[in-house]
Structure formats: C-alpha cells, structure tokens
C-alpha cells in the first residue's frame, strides 16, 4: 500500500533522483525516520513512521465483488514469482467460490497469503479501516505470529511454545522476537506435541529468552504450494488440432491452424525397426513451453518407415513457431500515425511572476511586490486580482462545498484535477503541478480547459526546452509555467503524521520529519487533515530564469506558503532583478540566506533517473549527495552525505 496519494509522490525522485511516477520508486518512505515537533525529537510509536502495512480484502472479497467493481489489481511488482503464483491462485480460488455462492474465508488461505510476504495485514481506507493503516515497526516482512516462549530447557537446548497461531513445520524458517532483538533459525526436527495439545517444545539457539515471541517467516508448505502452481501449464493455453501425412516426396507434413511445416528429409525404408505411428504422435504432442497444446492428432502414416526422431522433433518446433508467429500477428493493435508536429519556437519574453500563498498577508505582499497571486484559501481579499487554489486532493463527497466557497470576485482557479477542470465555467483556469505535464501533447489536452498549466518538477531543462519547442508547433497552445523557487511538496496523504507522536500533540505546532542523514522535512496539514511532506531543500532556478524567458516559459513561480511576508518580497525582487539581466550567480548567494534548508536546481540539470530497478527485491536507494535534489552547500546544510542510504531493499 503506497502512503502517498497515487500520482503525487515526488519523494523518491527527490530525495535520490528515481521517479515514483516513472516506475522507479526506491522507496523512501520504508525508510526511519525521527519526527520533530518545534524543533526537538518526540517520541514516537515506532520510527517508520511513513511505511504502510500491506492490503488484503480477501477475508472481505464477497462484499467488494457485490460493490459491483469490475476489476481486482495484484501488487506483484518487485515481488518474487512465488509470491505472484500464492497470491493470485487464492484470489482465483476465492473469486470462483464467490461466484457460485460458497465463498468462507479460510484460515489456511490467509496463512499462505501472510507467509508469501506481509507487513501485517490492513483492509485499507476501502472498509474503513483507517486506523490499522500503518506499520511503525518494521518495514519488510514480518512472518507469521506462531506464539510464544513459556519456558526453557537449556539443558536440551529446546524451549517450549505456546502456540496462538499456526503450528511450525520441520523445514520452517523461524525468527524468535524479543525487545528489539531477532534470532533465525530453520526447523530440522519435528516439533513436539504436548499432551495438552496446546504447546510445543523445539529446537532453539541458547540466547532465546523466555517470553520471546516465535514467528514463522518462511513457511516450507507454501513454498510448496508456490511450486506446484509453477509447475503447471499456463492456463489458457490454445487448443490445436493437427494432421500428419506423408507428400508424395515422402516428407512428413503436419497441417494445423492454418499453418504448415514440411520435415527436411523423407522418410526412408526402415532396414530394422520403423518409427510407429504412435511414435510420431507422441513426438507431436510435445509442445513445451509454447502458449499451444495439440488436442486432436489425425495420422496419415500407417507406421511403416523411419525417420530419425530429431527431425520429426524438429518440424513439430517449426510448425509451432509458425503458428506463435500468426498468433501474435492476429494480435497485432492496428495503430494510425499520429501527426508530428514541427518544432517551433516562441519569441523570448519576459515571464510573468506568480507567487503560492497561503494566507491574505501574504497574498497582498505578493501583489505589492508585482507578482500574480495564487491564494491556497477561501477568504475573499479585496482590491487584488487572486486565483483562488483548489486542494490538490479533492473527495467527491467535498467538490461542491469547495467550488461553492470560492468568491465572486476570483480572477481565475487553479486546480490538479482533470475531471474540475472540466466542469468549471465562466471563469479563467490554471492548471497545476498535480497534473504532471510533461509532454507538448499532455499541454496542449489540458490546455484545452486551463490557459496556463504548470510543467512537472521532474522536467530536466533540456526536457523543458524541447517541449516548448513541441509547444510552439501548436496553433493555440496554452501558457506554460515553471516552478523555480520553493519547497517542493514531495508527499500528500490521508495519514495524520503528528497522532505517530505518543500522546495527543497540537497540529498547530511546527512539525518535521528528520532522516538519518540529518536532513528536515518540513510536514504541513491542510484543512481535510491531509498530511503533506516538503522536500528539505529549496528548489532555486535563479541561474536559469533568463533561459526559460528565452525558450518561451510565460511564467515562473515562487511557492511561498508558509513563509512570511519579508521571504515573498525578497524573493520577487531578486527574480525580478535576475530577468532583468542581473548575474543568477550573485542573486542566488543572496537568496541562500532565505532558504534554512539548503537550495537545489532539483531536476533542472539533470533530470530523473533512467536506470532499470535492481531485481525483484527493490531498487538500490541512491544516496542523498548524488540526488538532483540534494542542497547546494551552505551553512546550514551538511556538506557530505552517506554515498548510499541503501544497496538493496531488504525484504
């Protein structure tokens, strides 16, 4: 389950150059973190505050099924093909009882789904089950709870097990728990029963304490179950049916689904023993690994001749690949040439300047210091044009009270919904970051209902450069923006970050996160209780605006929410001097004192990650000082970092 809102999680690409939104996620949020209220450490539940359990609906699949969904989604990326094979065929298994009307959860099923991998179990937002969303404890597999050590015999070098969950089989892996220690070891003895059937004595390594809880984390009938399904034949495989003849060159032809292979040499006059009809069919129904088996063979040989069973062998394999080979022709999408637009290319101009505000001092501080205002808010402010910003995230249930909020008076609404933008009339739209633009064709979609849509952070500039040129090819494309100062927002999710703090906190005071490496994530919550995350560094283009002015950007933004007054016109006055020909260099020793956390350039010179993700356990995590986002060096950023966080994601 991913904590951050699908779409909206940049945490991974910047804090180590990968894109979540790229398929490259390196999973930061599996990482410990401290979290900070004012400024100080709080104790907290656990420190993987943002790693989330995994979800199951199995024990509940009858009531999603009668929700009337058409479709259920398998997480089976960057997990083994055992895990895939376990987890679908109990979903298929469940799915078919469900539909004939028999459907019960079953224990042993949940167990096999629990010793496939989990991180403990949630039935998710979907059932309501908001508060067993988070694992705070451990963020790779946790095994299966088996029981516990009710006593010692050292003497044996046994202890015995209370048993609460499923009993250990010999060949079981096993991880005895106890205050934040862990001991492994594999089960080669059948344990034994106590007669009150409640307890068993096992083989255990002399440091096990009493008390120490007993999981299982590798469960040898599940692993079995795993290989029986992959030993199967594919499911859905095509049925064939063949003949066998001899031509009259006496070559053996085998005809079938419209294909036709012809054997390379005759068949000859068998001088001791011929190859038998039967022969030659059990040959042919040979079909290996292909997607085809061979349901019904007519033989037109009467089994008197001889033909080396290689070459029989072999025109069977030339006969299936023709038929792969029209297979996947019949399966072939038809596709129609999409018109290319000519690159063009805008006339240089100075670009607007736009400021995100979050209260009505700061949206009035923007415009007297001659910037366009964004206003994340509802209170209407007098005398200032304001475009007024929609929550990223919007619930179905609350787009009415929003849109009915928004003042008479707005200048234009700013939204990173496809779906509000559609329905809004009568008044100036702009679309956001949310929307992840980052091609000519995706502006020139949503610019069809916003006049002005913001690029993706992600965007390297040579990425910008060549998609304004794309852009410029458009007869009416909309007005482009680029986010080039700021705290990139990095996470939005639906979990209150501050309730991880032990005892009830004020969500009023000044909250962070803090990971190993020292640096801070700011943390902000809205007024639905969203969570958002801000990455530690400043995004800070002020090198770079004179470019974008000459590639044809029409607008550059500074998010300011949650900084002050002073911050806002500082910053408008040095972007302002900075279009105006002043040295970018210069500007931005003067803009490092604005900014606690360090600056960046982020994406802007060399864009994401193009790597593959290292095998099925996880991507590596790259470390903080080779990531884009990284802050530039100041006083008030470290100045190394650790030269990885992670080599591999451990289960």
Not at 260 to 284: H, Y
Not at 381 to 393: A, M, S
Not at 424 to 430: E, I
Not at 448 to 454: E, G, L
């Amino acid at each position: 389950l991913c904590y951050c809102y699908s779409g909206q999680c940049l945490f991974s690409s910047a804090v180590g150059g990968r894109s979540g939104n790229n398929g490259m996620c390196a999973q930061p949020c599996r990482k410990a973190y401290t979290l900070m209220a004012d400024g100080a450490p709080v104790p907290v539940k656990g420190n993987y505050i943002l790693s989330t359990k995994d979800i199951c609906l199995y024990p509940c699949l009858k009531e999603v099924c009668e929700s009337g969904v058409s479709a259920l989604k398998i997480e089976g990326r960057m997990k083994t093909p055992e895990y895939v094979a376990v987890v679908t065929s109990i979903y298929r298994k469940a799915l078919d009882a469900v539909a004939a009307g028999t459907f019960e959860p079953q224990t042993e099923d949940m167990e096999h789904l629990a010793s496939a991998f989990n991180r403990g179990f949630t039935k998710g937002y979907l059932m309501g089950d908001k508060s067993s969303i988070m694992n705070y404890e451990k963020p790779n597999n946790r095994g299966v709870y088996a029981g516990y050590v009710s006593a010692l015999d050292k003497k044996r070098g046994k202890v015995v097990v209370k048993i609460e969950g499923p009993v250990p089989d010999t060949g079981d892996g096993l991880v005895f728990k106890f205050a934040g220690r862990e001991i492994g070891f594999a089960l080669n003895k059948e344990p034994f029963l106590f007669p009150e059937g409640d307890a068993y004595k096992i083989p255990a390594p002399e440091d096990v304490l009493e008390g120490s809880e007993l999981w299982i984390t590798n469960r040898l009938k599940t692993s079995h179950l795993a290989s029986v399904i992959l030993s199967k034949p594919p499911a859905g495989r095509i049925p064939i049916d063949i003949v066998a003849a001899v031509d009259g060159e006496g070559h053996l032809v085998i005809i079938g689904n419209g294909k036709k292979a012809v054997s390379s040499i005759p068949f000859m006059e068998a001088k001791e023993k011929p190859v038998t009809a039967e022969a030659v069919e059990l040959q042919l129904r040979k079909t290996g690994g292909t997607p085809f088996f061979i349901r019904s063979v007519q033989m037109e040989y009467d089994g008197t001749a001889f033909l080396p069973i290689g070459i029989i062998a072999d025109t069977r394999r030339a006969f299936l690949a023709e038929c792969a080979t029209g297979l996947l022709e019949r399966g072939t999408r038809k596709t129609r040439e999409t018109p290319v637009k000519e690159p063009g290319r805008f006339a240089p101009a100075i670009p607007e300047i736009f400021v995100y505000t979050d209260s009505v001092t700061c949206a009035k501080a923007a415009h007297s210091a001659g910037a366009s205002v964004y206003y994340e808010g509802f209170e209407e402010i007098y005398d200032i044009p304001v475009i007024y910003k929609l929550p990223r995230i919007i619930a179905q249930h609350d787009l009415m009270r929003y849109l009915q909020k928004i003042p008479a008076s707005a200048a234009g609404i700013m939204t990173e919904s496809p779906g509000v933008s559609g329905i809004l009339s009568g008044v100036s739209r702009y679309g956001g970051i949310g929307l992840n633009i980052t091609n000519a064709r995706s502006a020139v979609l949503f610019g069809k209902s916003c006049r002005q849509v913001a690029l993706s952070p992600e965007l390297s500039g040579k990425e910008i450069k060549a998609l304004l040129a794309q852009l410029a090819g458009y007869l009416h494309p909309p007005k482009t923006e680029v986010l080039v100062q700021g705290s990139l927002e990095v996470m939005i999710t639906e979990n209150c970050i501050p309730a991880t703090a032990e005892g009830c906190r004020s969500c009023s005071q000044s909250w962070a996160l803090k990971d190993k490496t020292g640096r801070i994530f700011r943390i902000r919550s809205d007024a639905d209780c969203r969570t958002h995350i801000l990455n530690s560094a400043e995004i800070c283009l002020i090198e770079h605006v004179k470019e974008l002015a000459d590639w044809g950007v029409n607008a550059v933004s500074i998010d300011a929410r949650g900084r002050s007054p002073e911050y806002i016109r500082r910053m408008v006055a040095a972007y302002k001097r900075a279009l105006s020909g002043e040295s970018g260099k210069m500007l931005k020793e003067e803009i490092r004192e604005l900014c606690s956390g360090g600056i960046t350039s982020a994406h802007f010179q060399r864009g994401i990650s193009r790597e593959t993700c290292a095998g099925a356990a996880g991507p590596s995590v790259p470390s903080h000082s080779s990531s884009p986002c990284s802050p530039s060096h100041s006083s008030s950023s470290r100045s190394s970092h650790p030269r990885e966080l992670q080599e591999r994601k451990k289960r």
